[in-house]
Nanobody, 130 residues
Framework: QVQLVESGGGLVQAGGSLRLSCAAS????????MGWFRQAPGREREFVGG????????FYTDSVKGRFTISRDNAKSTVDLQMNSLEPEDTAVYYC???????????????????????WGQGTQVTVSS
Protein backbone atom coordinates (compact mmCIF):
# COMPACT_ATOMS: atom_id res chain seq x y z
CA GLN A 1 0.00 0.00 0.00
CA VAL A 2 1.14 3.50 -0.83
CA GLN A 3 -0.53 6.61 0.48
CA LEU A 4 -0.04 9.87 -1.38
CA VAL A 5 -0.65 13.36 -0.04
CA GLU A 6 -0.42 16.43 -2.29
CA SER A 7 0.20 19.96 -1.13
CA GLY A 8 1.01 23.35 -2.61
CA GLY A 9 -2.05 24.23 -4.64
CA GLY A 10 -3.64 27.65 -4.57
CA LEU A 11 -4.63 30.74 -6.50
CA VAL A 12 -2.11 32.47 -8.72
CA GLN A 13 -2.23 35.07 -11.46
CA ALA A 14 -1.43 34.16 -15.04
CA GLY A 15 2.31 34.10 -15.58
CA GLY A 16 2.97 33.11 -12.00
CA SER A 17 4.40 29.94 -10.50
CA LEU A 18 3.37 27.25 -8.09
CA ARG A 19 5.15 24.20 -6.75
CA LEU A 20 3.14 21.11 -5.91
CA SER A 21 4.54 18.41 -3.69
CA CYS A 22 3.47 14.83 -3.20
CA ALA A 23 4.59 12.85 -0.16
CA ALA A 24 4.39 9.07 -0.26
CA SER A 25 4.30 6.52 2.52
CA UNK A 26 6.12 3.21 2.35
CA UNK A 27 9.73 2.18 1.90
CA UNK A 28 9.69 1.16 -1.77
CA UNK A 29 9.07 4.54 -3.34
CA UNK A 30 11.76 4.04 -5.98
CA UNK A 31 9.80 1.13 -7.45
CA UNK A 32 7.01 3.47 -8.49
CA UNK A 33 6.90 5.69 -11.50
CA MET A 34 5.12 8.85 -10.42
CA GLY A 35 2.67 10.74 -12.53
CA TRP A 36 0.90 14.06 -12.23
CA PHE A 37 -2.58 14.34 -13.66
CA ARG A 38 -5.15 17.09 -13.66
CA GLN A 39 -8.89 17.34 -14.08
CA ALA A 40 -10.84 20.48 -14.87
CA PRO A 41 -14.62 20.70 -14.40
CA GLY A 42 -16.45 18.89 -17.17
CA ARG A 43 -13.26 17.43 -18.60
CA GLU A 44 -11.56 14.06 -18.42
CA ARG A 45 -8.52 13.43 -16.27
CA GLU A 46 -5.43 14.48 -18.21
CA PHE A 47 -1.81 13.34 -17.94
CA VAL A 48 0.47 16.26 -17.15
CA GLY A 49 3.83 14.59 -16.70
CA GLY A 50 5.65 11.78 -15.00
CA UNK A 51 9.01 10.58 -13.78
CA UNK A 52 10.48 7.08 -13.72
CA UNK A 53 11.02 5.30 -10.43
CA UNK A 54 14.77 4.94 -10.73
CA UNK A 55 16.78 7.36 -12.76
CA UNK A 56 15.62 10.72 -13.97
CA UNK A 57 13.60 10.06 -17.10
CA UNK A 58 10.66 12.43 -17.37
CA PHE A 59 7.83 12.85 -19.85
CA TYR A 60 5.39 15.73 -20.27
CA THR A 61 2.28 16.44 -22.23
CA ASP A 62 2.89 18.96 -24.99
CA SER A 63 0.90 21.78 -23.41
CA VAL A 64 3.21 21.99 -20.38
CA LYS A 65 6.60 21.28 -21.95
CA GLY A 66 9.07 24.01 -21.11
CA ARG A 67 6.85 25.33 -18.32
CA PHE A 68 6.49 22.42 -15.89
CA THR A 69 9.26 20.35 -14.32
CA ILE A 70 8.95 17.15 -12.31
CA SER A 71 11.57 16.01 -9.84
CA ARG A 72 11.71 13.36 -7.17
CA ASP A 73 13.71 12.57 -4.05
CA ASN A 74 13.58 8.83 -3.40
CA ALA A 75 15.30 9.20 -0.04
CA LYS A 76 12.46 11.46 1.13
CA SER A 77 9.71 9.69 -0.86
CA THR A 78 8.59 12.90 -2.47
CA VAL A 79 7.85 14.09 -5.97
CA ASP A 80 7.41 17.72 -6.95
CA LEU A 81 5.79 19.52 -9.84
CA GLN A 82 7.23 22.96 -10.48
CA MET A 83 4.80 24.98 -12.59
CA ASN A 84 5.97 28.21 -14.22
CA SER A 85 4.32 30.61 -16.65
CA LEU A 86 0.94 29.41 -15.54
CA GLU A 87 -2.06 30.01 -17.78
CA PRO A 88 -5.78 30.08 -16.99
CA GLU A 89 -6.05 26.83 -18.96
CA ASP A 90 -3.93 25.15 -16.27
CA THR A 91 -6.74 25.57 -13.75
CA ALA A 92 -7.70 22.14 -12.45
CA VAL A 93 -7.45 19.74 -9.56
CA TYR A 94 -4.01 18.19 -9.70
CA TYR A 95 -3.35 14.63 -8.59
CA CYS A 96 -0.20 12.67 -8.07
CA UNK A 97 -0.29 8.94 -8.74
CA UNK A 98 2.01 5.95 -8.34
CA UNK A 99 2.55 3.15 -10.86
CA UNK A 100 4.45 0.07 -9.69
CA UNK A 101 7.13 -0.67 -12.30
CA UNK A 102 9.59 -3.46 -11.70
CA UNK A 103 12.84 -4.61 -13.24
CA UNK A 104 14.71 -2.78 -15.92
CA UNK A 105 11.64 -0.71 -16.84
CA UNK A 106 11.88 1.15 -13.55
CA UNK A 107 14.84 3.12 -14.85
CA UNK A 108 12.92 4.81 -17.67
CA UNK A 109 9.25 3.81 -17.98
CA UNK A 110 6.50 6.40 -17.46
CA UNK A 111 2.91 5.67 -18.41
CA UNK A 112 0.57 8.40 -19.64
CA UNK A 113 -2.51 6.20 -19.05
CA UNK A 114 -4.26 6.92 -15.76
CA UNK A 115 -5.53 3.32 -15.71
CA UNK A 116 -1.98 2.10 -15.19
CA UNK A 117 -1.62 3.88 -11.89
CA UNK A 118 -2.26 1.98 -8.70
CA UNK A 119 -2.45 4.71 -6.08
CA TRP A 120 -3.75 8.27 -6.09
CA GLY A 121 -3.60 11.28 -3.87
CA GLN A 122 -6.63 13.28 -2.85
CA GLY A 123 -5.88 16.13 -5.24
CA THR A 124 -5.04 19.79 -4.79
CA GLN A 125 -6.77 22.72 -6.49
CA VAL A 126 -4.79 25.02 -8.75
CA THR A 127 -6.56 28.14 -9.96
CA VAL A 128 -4.93 30.55 -12.39
CA SER A 129 -6.63 33.89 -12.82
CA SER A 130 -6.34 35.97 -15.99
Amino acid sequence: QVQLVESGGGLVQAGGSLRLSCAASGRTFSLYAMGWFRQAPGREREFVGGIAGRGTNTFYTDSVKGRFTISRDNAKSTVDLQMNSLEPEDTAVYYCAADLVSGALSSWYVSTDHRQYDYWGQGTQVTVSS
